[in-house]
Each structure stands twice: as structure tokens, then as C-alpha cells.
């Protein structure tokens, strides 16, 4: 392999990401402040920057293979990348004070460790080849697992993250396992040389369809979708808010771009196969995640089943892509998980934003009744929250209904109108729990009558966070055309 | 941004529903609870200017048309095929424009009344009330959805915090029925959208041709989200629970325009879009039409409490509408439609006379009163008269209605109008026992001597709904005028078979 084929200036984002790491590392080594501050604005920098560099690859349709076939750049890894700068971004800047107040920033480990993951997801969004993916997986998995366990002295922190790290030790195995079946049967790695084995399967139909049954376990166990969802709701309740919200936004967006490349680039040929088995899942998670939901007290691990359900909602859009063989409702299904999952994200960082808010440095904000009478204490975030929590229900005029109603049409012109029916029937239990939020923050009197902290900044970003959802409610046509454009073309359908 | 229709040289309509949106949110940005005072002033322009900006539609309208007027349409979000297609036509012109006259009264009837939270009550209002002014203009399916469901969220806000003791209970049963119905309404939405070629747009589908089994399911999802909302037997009982909770403005709002939005919902997509469906199941819709004529009628008979007696003479008032639908006739539907429109300022004004009493003697058990005629003769006189619309005295705007779907039914088939009518006693029943025991009789409750009459206020508010009451009782042609070309047009529609 020529050196120069490697085609190396595609990668430039992960490659200054790293480099920019590795300094933001010596030098926090000097800072002796007890916020880092210096260490927050130039990890908030790297950010900007790296948003800066994919934003002018997508305005210049950069796109190619690097790597021999092993990394890909393309307009799906631009747009997803510019998401999940957005998603750390803004964590950052809501979890400073929060992090602070719990001795989480006495060494710089939070932001070296998010930025890392950021990394391994990075790699996830542009894998090219099962090698690929794993690799990022596991530097994203590493990295996450030490920031659960941060706060060494928690109890429960401690034992969310061996949960996390045992369940996600087995699903990298489950993954691994599943790949080299695929391997054994395919004789190669590398994605593209996977889809023109598998398309008109032969002999090894049976081996790949094991082997894909594995492949799928570990991938959605990254998504948190019934029934590999076990961990999802211990870890959410019992990690830091900050690292929680870390873990539930831009790992999803890496978690399904893994997805969508293993079986929409890798076993496209496969689809048939894999269809039914996103359908059971879809199903299953939307049931449990809405059922169990009703019942949780504490909001975190509410918001984490919520999360399976919407994950639910997206392996919906996966899954109707292709219609007895036929790929005309590829664009539009993949466009349409790919919405579904972007305001997905925007969501959860307002909610979790926004439990960061109402927390301090003795008060863990972490039931819902901690929210109680939150209209009397400050109406703007309560207004806030109640936009975010329609939007999770999905009532316009919040993106949430649109992504609802994106979903829905892929799923009728697959002519699946019973699954339609179903995601419907269990959004409607899912209304339950969001609204016992809204009713806790205006119908009931406030029991905690402090003030809100939290800086300028965070208020300023948490009102934009709020508004924006309700703004893409009425005009959501921009963003449904950056879905499209980050699936058009870059998938071969 | 695209238009393909001919567009009227200025928005009115678009006008008539961001007015009152616009200043809701003004109000709640402006609105601080050290200051109400600013907050009411504001919401009262607001909802003037709401109304304002709605005659142009009136003086504007062409009566001698069945098509669609002020149409607005311009492309809303290209890649779902949704626009943004307003118009209007002789079916919901005059929803319009009680839609922005009950939202006036609202604000007026909240003024004093209502002392926490006084800007986000009125900002609540007023965006309800844009909202619903969308639904009657909107002639895209996507966005007669949005404004339909939209409208849970401020509902849901004013009955859980303004309301009574059991008001959460009230307020989460009213958000996830009425969820329930809409969502199988949305799948249907989407079912329309794909069978009519990615478009949304509710002319195209009413031309659209769908086989038998199509139309039932589509009827059905629709059904679900109508039903409810009208409220129909069996699914009206979220509406005594919510009635009885709500504060006045809520239950006049409630009564006088939400419950309209399921019957117009009717009007505008379950007939003209599945007519076959509607034509097969109409046995079952009349049936359903009389259940909540007569039961309902018989159970508004015992209520105790005064409001849950006028929830559920609305539900019995709501049967004789789907009633007059579901007869295909020029009388019925004509009748329903001002039945509709007379609903509206009735069961709004019995809902005010409700809480003028509620606001001095805090009760609504009807024993709590007794002899109030001495003590508010003024007051007395209002309700009175709104009792007698109630129950449908002729040169009331309740007889108008009735009477036409009475007639409907008879001319369909006798023994039907026979029940219809015998419902007519039940509803004088239950409106004129209920004014005797509260408006009549000796004082037997000291609190009841010490009530104080009618503020100016107060005396505005009922005289304005007394003024439409007899207006429309004496002379219905205004709102019977502009409909008639509609509904012909409509019931002409119905008629053809699209299989």
C-alpha cells in the first residue's frame, strides 16, 4: 500500500481532533483552577473548529475512501459528525458548574475522556469496515465506561459503571462474533466487499443470517433497544447527569450510524432478513420502554426508558426501507430515522439540560417531583420543559410531532399500517409520563423555593435548546432537507 | 415558495389566526404576576382585534358560491407534501367568527375572577383560540391536524392549573382521550396523504376514489377522533369531568368551540371523503345519534351539579347535530350546522350564569340555591332565558336548529323524528327543573339573600350572548344564507358513490 493512497486529508477532522486532544491533555497538566476553565474553552474550541472543517467538507461535497475502503468520508458522515460536535458541545457547557460541584473536575479527565469518545464515535460514523467499527466502538465504550465510574466515592455511580462495562464487554463479544461469521462467509472485512458477497446469496446464506443475528445484538445493544436494553436505565440513573447526557445523545447518532452502515452498505442483500428482526425489536421497545416508563419515579431513569421507546420509533424507519426487494422507499425511510434520531437528540439535551439546571451542589435533581411547582420558579424553563416534554409525546407544533409524522408515512407507503397503528397506540401511553411532568411543573406548588443557578451561558444555550424545538415545529422543511442530503447518495441503494 | 391557486389580496385569514397567537404570546412575555392589570388590558385587545380582523371575512364572503374563499396556499414542508392551504366556505365561515366573539367573552368573563397567574391564563386563551380558528380555516389535512392537536396543550394547561379540586385528574382524562382519537386520526391522515399521491391537500381528497373496505377504516380512525371530540355516546365521559373541573372560561371554550371542532370534522373529511363509509354506517351513527339524545337527555335530568348537568345537556345537544349529519338532507344538515353555531352562545351563556353564581356562593350543587330571583333579579332574567334556549323555546336560537332537524328527520324516516322530538321534552326537563330549583322558589340558604347582582361586568357579558341567543332565534337567515350553497354542494358530494 502507497503511502500516499491513503488519502489521509479525508480523515483531517479525526486526525486534528486527536492531535488537538493530546495537547488539551499537557496542557491541563498546568492548569491549577478548580473549574478548568482553560480546559472547558479549549475543548469548546477543538469543537468549534472540527464543526468549522465537516461543515466546509459537506459545503464542498467532499467525498471518498481512505484507508483501502476503510474509513469513509461522505455527505451521512459530514452531517452526523456536525451533530455530534453540537451534542458535546452543548453537554459541556451545561455540565460545567454541575461537574464542578462534584469534584469531577479536579483533574481534566471529564473533558480528555469526552472528547476521546467523541473520537471513537467519529470512527463509528465514517467506518468503512468492521474493523473500523469496532475500533471506534471500543475507544467510545472505553472512554464511557471511565467516565461513569468518575465520581469514584459514589456508590451508585460505581455500580452503574460495572454494569455497564460487564453488559458491554458482551455485547462487544456478541458484535465480534457476528462479524467474523459475516468474515468466515464473505472471506473480507471491508463493507462494500461485504454487499457484493452477500447480493445474491448462496451457499453461506445460512452462516451470514447467524452470524447477522449477532451482528444486530450488538449493534442495538448500543442503541438500547429491548431486549439488550438492561443496562441502559441503571446507567442512566446511576451516572452523573453530565456523563448521562454524554452518553444518551451523541452516541446514539454513532450507535445507529454503525447500524446503518453494517446493513445498509454492508447486507443490503440481506434485508430481507434483517427487516423482520428490527420490527420485533421496534415493537418490543416501544411496548416495554413505554410501559415500564409509567411507572418510574425518578426522572432519569423515566427519560432512559423513554429512550428505548424512541429508539423504537427509529429502528421503525430502518426497517421500512425496502419493500419486497424493492429499494424505492429507501431514501425516504433512512431520511426519515436519520430526523427522527436528530430531534431525538436535540430533545434529550434540553431535558437532561435542563436537570442540570435544577441541580446544585448539595441537591441532586433526579425525581420528578423534583420539578414541582418549577412554573412558579422560574416560568421561562418551565415553558421550556413543557416544549420539551410535548415534543416527546410528539404534539405539534414541536419537531417532535414531524419526526413522529416522518416515521409514520415511510411506515404506510411500506404498507405497513398495522406497525403504524401500534407505534401510534404506544406513543399514547408514553403521553402518560410526559404529561405527569408537565402536571408536577404547573399544576402542583413548588416544595424547593430556590433560585435557579446556572450561568448566563447555559440559560442562554438551555432557551435556544427549547425555542429551537418549537422553531423546527412549525418550520422543520430546512432540517428534513439536511437529513436527506446526509442520505442521499451517500448509501449505494 | 410556490402558489398555484389564485390568492385573495390579503391574508384575512392567516390574520385571523395569528392575531390572537400573536398577542397570546406577547401577553405571556410581557405578563408578570406583580402586574395583571397589564396582562388583561392586553389580552382584551388582543382578542378585539382578533375579532376585527374577521368581519372582512363576513362582508367579504359570497354566498352564491360553494367554493372555497380567502384561500391562502403556499408550500409549507416540500418534502412531506404539506402546505399551508387555508380557506373558507359557507360550512365554517360562521365558526370563525364565534371562535373570535367567544374568545372576547372569555377574557372578559376571567377579568376579576381570575387573580394567579393572570397572564399565562389569558396567553392560554388567546393562542387556543388562534389555534382554533386554524382548524375551521385549514384545508390541508396536515394542518388541520396540527391546529387540532395543538389546541390539547393550552386546554390541558388552563384545566389543570385554574380548575377545581380534582382538576388533574380532569385534565390528564381530557388530553389522552382525545390523544387517543387523533393519533388513529393522524395514521388515517397519512393512509389519505400516500393513497392521493403525497398530498395532504383535503380538496384533493375528497376527489380521490377509495374501495369500500378503505373508506370504513378511514371512517373509523376519523370516527375516533370525532367521537370523541363531540363528544358521541360512548365516549363522551371525559366531558363532565372536564366541565365540572375547568374555570368558567375554560368550560365556555370548551363547550362553545372545542366540541364544534369533532362535528366540523365531520363536515369536512368523514362525509365528503369517505362517503360510501358514511352512507353504510350511518344506521350506526343515527343510533348513536339517539343514544345521546334520549340517555344522555334522561342522565342530564339527575345531576346535582349545575355544570355537569349543562356538560351533559351539551352531549345530548351534540347527538341532535350528528344527528342531522347522518340523515343526508338539506334540513338536517342546515339544521345541525346552526344547531352548531346556537350551541355555541347557549351552552357558553348557561356556562357564564354557572360561574357568575360559582364566584359568589363557591358551590355548584344545585340544592345550594334556591330563590336567587330575589336576591339577582337581573341575573335572574339571564338565565332564564338561557335555560329557555336550552331546552329550545321557539325565537330562541335553540329552536332554530332542533326544529330543522327534527324536520330532517321525519322527512328520512318518521319513527327516527319521533325519537328526536320526544327528546325536545327531555331537554325542557332538565333546563327548566333545573331554573326552577335554582332561580325560583323561597331563600332557604342564608348565603343566598346576601348574593350580589350583576356587576357591569358581568351584565356585558351575558347581554352580548343574549343579544345572539335572540338574534338568531328571531332571525336566522344571516347564518343560514351564507350555508346554503355550501351544504347543497356538500350533500351533492355525498351522494355520488366514489367505489
Given amino acids: 500500500m502507497e503511502f500516499a493512497n491513503l488519502n489521509l486529508s479525508l480523515a483531517a477532522p479525526e486526525i486534528t481532533l486527536l492531535v488537538l486532544t493530546s495537547v488539551i491533555l499537557l496542557i491541563d497538566l498546568f492548569v491549577k483552577d478548580e473549574g478548568r476553565t482553560l480546559t472547558h474553552v479549549l475543548s469548546l474550541v477543538t469543537l468549534v473548529v472540527l464543526t468549522w472543517m465537516s461543515l466546509s467538507d459537506l459545503a464542498s461535497g467532499v467525498r471518498g475512501s481512505a484507508f483501502d475502503g476503510m474509513y469513509v468520508a461522505d455527505s451521512f458522515s459530514h452531517v452526523f459528525k456536525v451533530f455530534s460536535y453540537i451534542a458535546v458541545g452543548v453537554t459541556l457547557i451545561y455540565g460545567k458548574a454541575y461537574a464542578k460541584d462534584r469534584g469531577m473536575l479536579r483533574g481534566g479527565e471529564l473533558y480528555l475522556l469526552a472528547l476521546l469518545a467523541l473520537l471513537g464515535q467519529m470512527v463509528m460514523i465514517s467506518s468503512g469496515s468492521m474493523l473500523t467499527i469496532y475500533l471506534g466502538l471500543e475507544l467510545m465504550s472505553l472512554s464511557f465506561y471511565a467516565m461513569v465510574a468518575l465520581r469514584r466515592e459514589h456508590v451508585v455511580s460505581t455500580e452503574a459503571a460495572m454494569k455497564y462495562f460487564v453488559l458491554g464487554a458482551l455485547a462487544s463479544g456478541l458484535l465480534l462474533y457476528g462479524m467474523s461469521m459475516i468474515y468466515g462467509a464473505t472471506g473480507t472485512l471491508n463493507l462494500a466487499g461485504v454487499a457484493r458477497a452477500t447480493t445474491g446469496i448462496g451457499d453461506n446464506h445460512m452462516v451470514l443470517v447467524f452470524g447477522l443475528v449477532f451482528l444486530v445484538a450488538g449493534l442495538t445493544f448500543k442503541l438500547g433497544v429491548v431486549p439488550f436494553h438492561m443496562w441502559l436505565p441503571d446507567v442512566y440513573q446511576g451516572a452523573p447527569t453530565v456523563v448521562t447526557l454524554l452518553l444518551g445523545a451523541a452516541p446514539k447518532l454513532a450507535a445507529f450510524a454503525i447500524l446503518l452502515r453494517m446493513?445498509?452498505?454492508?447486507?443490503?442483500?440481506?434485508?430481507?432478513?434483517?427487516?423482520?428482526?428490527?420490527?420485533?425489536?421496534?415493537?418490543?421497545?416501544?411496548?416495554?420502554?413505554?410501559?415500564?416508563?409509567?411507572?418510574?419515579?425518578?426522572?432519569?431513569?423515566?427519560?432512559?426508558?423513554?429512550?428505548?421507546?424512541?429508539?423504537?420509533?427509529?429502528?421503525?424507519?430502518?426497517?421500512?426501507?425496502?419493500?419486497?426487494?424493492?429499494?424505492?422507499?429507501?431514501?425516504?425511510?433512512?431520511?426519515?430515522?436519520?430526523?427522527?434520531?436528530?430531534?431525538?437528540?436535540?430533545?434529550?439535551?434540553?431535558?437532561?439540560?435542563?436537570?442540570?439546571?435544577?441541580?446544585?451542589?448539595?441537591?441532586?435533581?433526579?425525581?420528578?417531583?423534583?420539578?414541582?411547582?418549577?412554573?412558579?420558579?422560574?416560568?421561562?424553563?418551565?415553558g421550556v420543559m413543557l416544549v420539551l416534554m410535548f415534543s416527546l409525546t410528539g404534539i405539534p407544533p414541536t419537531v417532535g410531532f414531524y419526526a413522529k409524522l416522518a416515521v409514520l408515512q415511510s411506515l404506510i407507503q411500506a404498507d405497513q399500517v398495522a406497525l403504524a397503528v401500534a407505534a401510534v397506540m404506544f406513543s399514547l401511553v408514553g403521553a402518560f409520563y410526559y404529561l405527569r411532568v408537565v402536571k408536577v411543573m404547573y399544576f402542583d406548588e413548588p416544595v424547593d423555593q430556590a433560585p435557579l443557578q446556572g450561568s448566563a451561558s447555559f440559560r442562554a444555550v438551555l432557551s435556544v435548546n427549547g425555542a429551537l424545538l418549537l422553531i423546527l415545529g412549525v418550520f422543520p422543511a430546512p432540517l428534513v432537507a439536511l437529513c436527506a442530503l446526509a442520505v442521499n447518495g451517500s448509501f449505494a441503494l | 415558495m410556490a402558489s398555484d391557486m389564485a390568492q385573495t389580496s390579503f391574508p384575512w385569514l392567516s390574520l385571523a389566526i395569528f392575531t390572537p397567537i400573536v398577542f397570546g404570546m406577547l401577553v405571556l412575555a410581557v405578563g408578570r404576576d406583580s402586574n395583571p392589570g397589564l396582562a388583561r388590558v392586553l389580552a382584551l385587545i388582543g382578542a378585539i382585534a382578533g375579532l376585527l380582523v374577521t368581519i372582512p371575512l363576513y362582508t367579504g364572503f359570497d354566498a352564491s358560491t360553494a367554493q372555497m374563499q380567502f384561500v391562502e396556499k403556499v408550500t409549507w414542508?416540500?418534502?412531506?407534501?404539506?402546505?399551508?392551504?387555508?380557506?373558507?366556505?359557507?360550512?365554517?365561515?360562521?365558526?370563525?367568527?364565534?371562535?373570535?366573539?367567544?374568545?372576547?367573552?372569555?377574557?372578559?368573563?376571567?377579568?376579576?375572577?381570575?387573580?394567579?397567574?393572570?397572564?399565562?391564563?389569558?396567553?392560554?386563551?388567546?393562542?387556543?383560540?388562534?389555534?382554533?380558528?386554524?382548524?375551521?380555516?385549514?384545508?390541508?389535512?396536515?394542518?388541520?391536524?396540527?391546529?387540532?392537536?395543538?389546541?390539547?396543550?393550552?386546554?390541558?394547561?388552563?384545566?389543570?392549573?385554574?380548575?377545581?379540586?380534582?382538576?388533574?385528574?380532569?385534565?390528564?382524562?381530557?388530553f389522552l382521550y382525545t390523544l387517543l382519537g387523533s393519533l388513529l386520526m393522524l395514521v388515517a391522515f397519512v393512509y389519505l396523504w400516500h393513497s392521493a399521491g403525497d398530498t395532504f391537500d383535503i380538496l384533493a381528497w375528497h376527489k380521490l376514489p377509495l374501495g369500500h373496505t378503505e373508506q370504513i377504516l378511514i371512517f373509523v380512525a376519523l370516527l375516533m377522533a370525532f367521537a370523541v371530540k363531540v363528544p358521541m355516546w360512548p365516549v363522551h365521559t371525559w366531558l363532565p369531568d372536564a366541565h365540572v373541573e375547568a374555570p368558567t372560561g375554560g368550560s365556555v371554550v370548551l363547550a362553545a368551540i372545542m366540541l364544534k371542532l369533532g362535528a366540523y370534522g365531520f363536515l369536512r373529511l368523514s362525509l365528503p371523503v369517505v362517503p360510501d363509509a358514511a352512507h353504510s354506517l350511518s344506521g350506526l351513527m343515527i343510533t348513536l345519534s339517539l343514544v345521546a339524545v334520549i340517555y344522555i337527555g334522561l342522565v342530564a335530568i339527575v345531576q346535582d351539579d349545575m355544570k355537569k348537568l349543562v356538560a351533559y345537556s351539551s352531549v345530548a345537544h351534540m347527538g341532535f347535530v350528528t344527528l342531522g349529519f347522518f340523515i343526508f338532507n338539506t334540513a338536517g344538515m342546515e339544521g345541525a350546522i346552526v344547531q352548531m353555531v346556537s350551541h355555541g352562545f347557549v351552552s357558553g351563556a348557561m356556562f357564564l350564569c354557572i360561574g357568575v353564581m360559582y364566584d359568589r356562593v363557591h358551590s355548584r350543587r344545585i340544592a345550594d340555591y334556591g330563590g336567587v330571583i330575589n336576591s339577582m333579579p337581573k341575573f335572574a332574567t339571564f338565565f332564564v332565558l338561557f335555560s329557555m334556549a336550552n331546552s329550545g323555546l321557539p325565537a330562541t336560537s335553540g329552536f332554530v336548529g332542533e326544529f330543522f332537524v327534527i324536520m330532517g328527520s321525519v322527512a328520512y324516516n318518521f319513527w327516527i323524528g319521533l325519537l328526536a322530538a320526544v327528546a325536545l321534552i327531555l331537554g325542557a326537563a332538565y333546563s327548566l327543573w333545573m331554573a326552577k330549583r335554582v332561580i325560583f322558589g323561597e331563600i332557604v340558604h342564608q348565603h343566598v339573600r346576601e348574593m350580589a347582582d350583576l356587576s357591569r361586568r358581568e351584565f356585558l357579558i351575558l347581554g352580548l350572548m343574549a343579544i345572539a341567543v335572540l338574534y338568531m332565534g328571531i332571525y336566522p337567515a344571516p347564518f343560514t344564507d351564507v350555508m346554503h350553497v355550501s351544504v347543497d354542494a356538500l350533500l351533492k358530494h355525498v351522494a355520488i358513490s366514489k367505489l
Fill in chain 2, 77 to 174: 414542508v416540500a418534502q412531506y407534501g404539506v402546505s399551508y392551504h387555508l380557506g373558507i366556505d359557507g360550512i365554517s365561515l360562521w365558526f370563525v367568527l364565534l371562535t373570535a366573539f367567544i374568545t372576547i367573552i372569555v377574557v372578559l368573563a376571567g377579568w376579576e375572577v381570575i387573580t394567579s397567574r393572570v397572564a399565562q391564563y389569558m396567553g392560554a386563551f388567546l393562542i387556543l383560540s388562534g389555534f382554533m380558528i386554524g382548524v375551521f380555516a385549514a384545508l390541508d389535512g396536515l394542518l388541520f391536524y396540527v391546529f387540532f392537536e395543538a389546541t390539547l396543550i393550552p386546554m390541558y394547561i388552563i384545566i389543570g392549573v385554574w380548575g377545581g379540586p380534582n382538576r388533574v385528574y380532569a385534565a390528564f382524562k381530557f
Fill in chain 1, 263 to 382: 446493513l445498509v452498505d454492508g447486507l443490503f442483500g440481506m434485508a430481507a432478513d434483517w427487516q423482520p428482526m428490527l420490527a420485533i425489536l421496534a415493537v418490543l421497545s416501544l411496548a416495554i420502554g413505554n410501559f415500564v416508563a409509567i411507572m418510574q419515579a425518578n426522572i432519569k431513569r423515566m427519560l432512559a426508558y423513554s429512550t428505548i421507546s424512541h429508539m423504537g420509533f427509529v429502528l421503525l424507519g430502518l426497517m421500512s426501507g425496502v419493500v419486497e426487494g424493492s429499494a424505492f422507499n429507501a431514501q425516504n425511510a433512512y431520511t426519515s430515522a436519520v430526523f427522527y434520531l436528530v430531534f431525538y437528540v436535540l430533545t434529550t439535551l434540553g431535558t437532561f439540560g435542563l436537570l442540570m439546571l435544577l441541580s446544585r451542589e448539595d441537591f441532586e435533581c433526579e425525581n420528578v417531583d423534583d420539578l414541582k411547582g418549577l412554573n412558579r420558579r422560574s416560568p421561562l424553563f418551565a
